[in-house]
């Protein structure tokens, strides 16, 4: 595409004048204007090209434009472009079998919302009018949305300013062996200790006043942390044994991330409820939902659930999730996710783990990883504090810039940054992206001992 510095300005102009941006400080940002995107690159109008390590938000799984979905999208608009929750409809009806065909165990029904954060609100709902309980435990280390509920379950700082006293939420530590809460070794004591200490706070807590356990299946945004073997089972039989529902967040794991349809998947493990949103339909149209066990689903087959939004199962939204799914399913990209996770990323990622001083560990799974950045390997002190927020990012916008640099757009979140590009990147993408990170992750190194 030719550069076109005018309308670049023209549209940056007018962002800056009226658009208000999430989670920012409006006067200390500079947001890029983009021109287009295609695959796992996008461009803006000056002709910089980017490849995308981002998947926007970690929701681009199929990549920009996928020509398959947009004649969907061309088609459903030209169909039905939109049509009221209360009716059947046959991309709603089509994207919910779907679904449900591929959600585990008896997660059989579908509510549709408008993203991720919506669903935690709904599935929290469902959860505490289904036990009649007042209370839900989260995890630190997590994040599950921006609306109030969500934003109060999450443990991160940003929740800090929108805490509302976290009326009903309760946090503990799960577990993560590279900064462990437990003073554990292996990964066998670190899963046991956080049981442990999970019981002990449900016991302590009152197991009659807990609704809901809601976990990340492998938390995403706070660090790509695979429980180890056995924890999500071990939770489940708490749940099982308190009578308590298990709430899964598959908002970013979900939908081929992980290599598998969803990372519960990976473990054999089956919540009573499970939210999505991002990969379902790779957010070329807003869509969320909750998928709903047969216990919780009967709850509600004879007393009217108290929710709904005008725009649940929008047939434009729900048609995107359809022909997704079927793409993804007949171009093999759930299992492309594997293969080159696998094959390219984790072999790379663990070379440059060796070789980079400022590379305290690698971990992750499929498409899903992440690198976190320390100031001294022995100590494990992140490269930045904690809560970056308030405190000097000098090392990572470094980083950052230096990748932006060489045409690699980063994740970056704290002392992390994740690779997450589109599932099916090809492999010489990959090796493109990874080549910019290794230079990138040199600047990085200058501000280690
Ligand atoms: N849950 C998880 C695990 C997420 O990663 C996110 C978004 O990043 C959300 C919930 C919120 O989703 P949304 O931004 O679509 O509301």
Redesign the pocket.
Known sequence: PQPNPQVGAAVKAADRAHVFHSWSAQELIDPLAVAGAEGSYFWDYDGNRYLDFTSG???TNIGYQHPKVVAAIQEQAAKMTTFAPAFAVESRSEAARLIAERTPGDLDKIFFT???????EHALRMARLHTGRPKVLSAYR??????QQ?INVTGDPRRWANDSGSAGVVRFWAPFLYRSRFYAETEEQECARALEHLESTIRFEGPSTIAAIIL?TV???AGIMLPPEGYLAGVRELCDKYGIVFVL?????GFGRTGKWFAADLYDVVPDLM?F??GVNSGYV?L?GVAISGAIAETFAQRPYPGGLTYSGHPLACAAAVATINAMEEEGIVEQAARTGAEIIEPALRELTERHPSVGEVRGVGMFWALDLVRDKETREPLVPYNAAGADNTPMAAFGAAAKKSGLWPFINMNRTHVVPPLNITEAEAKEGLAALDAALSVADEYTV
């Open positions: 938000l970690v929701y408008n993203g991720g954060a919506d669903a935690v997590s994040y599950h949305g921006g609306t969500a990340e938390p995403g945004t967040d598959e908002v970013m794991a939210t949103a991002k807003p969320g």
